[in-house]
């Protein structure tokens, strides 16, 4: 295991690529070379250019948070309605959570409204997306993994646990990797089977989990918070069986939450609290091709 400490980041090549966009959350790396990411205090989805510039591509209200793109270029949003912003039992008037469309011409509209509060979301190996919908409200205090068509909205519950569930991941054979913040733990789903069930894969070494992705070999980067703010998160790698491979410490943000591989060898982090967007531009690894990218058309579901 290598671990990186605060002042020595420089050996990753990280740098700021994009300031002042709100507390971001679900980058996706573009065709085109460029970025997407969400902001949830702004309600809005951001494109960051390569060079640097960035410039607001839609407001879709409430709180956007995990984020997916299919070969057209749409992206699909996973809408919290404003509940994590307001940190309250309801959302705020006039919004709601549910699942999102932004087509290439910056319109907004949605896909379904069965998720209560969808945290992240990312297309699955059969063509569909993959909703987790944590709550938090005095009412209900479960998390749900919802799959919903992208084409007719429809929406099947898989499964309800007890955690909060946040980011998501397909690894090489298609199993999905769940975060479980506040226990700390990962979570790994065979979801192609009848009444899918998780199971533990391994617990942080510090830290809670929020943004996951999976590396060209395989293995779970975890974009790690510290929700008590009491010190410094951090990018933590494990393989598919849960040894820590490396601990990476960007700098002082306690959220970094989320994370994506560029497929030029870097990997992307939202730093939340500081409302930036950095590329460590020599992380070392494509990243694992993202579905639906990952098959030939014919063999995913439209």
């Known amino acids: 295991m290598s ?3 605060q002042g020595q980041s420089d050996d990753r090549g990280l740098r700021t690529i994009a300031t002042g966009l709100g507390f971001t959350e679900g980058p996706v790396a573009l065709a085109d070379g460029s970025l997407v990411v969400t902001s949830l205090t702004h309600g809005a989805v951001y494109r960051v250019r390569s060079d640097g510039g960035h410039e607001r ?5 409430g709180g956007a948070n995990g984020a997916a793109a299919d070969r057209h270029g749409v992206l699909y949003i996973a809408q919290s309605g404003g509940r994590w912003v307001r940190n309250g039992p309801s959302w705020p008037p006039g919004h709601e959570g549910g699942v999102q469309r932004i087509r290439a011409d ?3 509209e949605w896909v379904s409204r069965d998720p209560i509060s969808p ?14 919908d944590p709550t938090r409200s005095p009412r209900i205090r479960d998390g749900r ?3 919903i068509d992208p084409s007719t909205g429809d929406a099947e519950l898989l499964f309800s646990t007890p955690w909060f569930c946040n980011g998501l991941a397909f690894g090489v054979d298609d199993i999905l990797y769940l975060a479980s913040t506040y226990e700390s733990r990962v979570y790994a789903v065979d979801v192609s089977v009848s009444g899918p069930r998780p199971r533990a894969v391994f617990d942080l070494v510090e830290g809670q989990p929020d943004g ?29 069986t849960g040894q820590l491979l490396d601990v ?10 989320n994370i994506a591989f560029d497929g030029r060898g870097g990997l ?7 409302e930036s967007v950095l590329l460590a531009t020599r992380w070392g690894d494509p990243g694992l091709t993202l579905h639906p990218f990952r098959r030939a058309p014919s063999q995913a579901r439209k």
Not at 212 to 240: E, K, M
Not at 248 to 257: A, I, L, N, V
Not at 268 to 274: C, G, L
Request: glycine residues 10%.
């Open 106 to 108: 910056g319109s907004v």
């Open 57 to 61: 591509i839609a407001t879709v209200g």
């Open 268 to 274: 992307v982090i939202t730093s939340s609290d500081e």
């Open 212 to 240: 996951l992705a999976v590396d060209s070999r395989g293995n779970i980067v975890v974009g790690a918070i510290d929700a008590t703010r009491a010190r410094a998160g951090s990018v933590q790698t494990y393989t598919a």
């Open 119 to 132: 945290n992240d979301i990312c297309f699955g190996p059969d063509g569909l997306l993959y909703v987790t």
């Open 248 to 257: 990476f410490r960007p700098g002082p943000d306690c959220h970094y939450t």
């Open 145 to 147: 993994l919802w799959r």
């Open 3 to 5: 671990t990186t400490a």
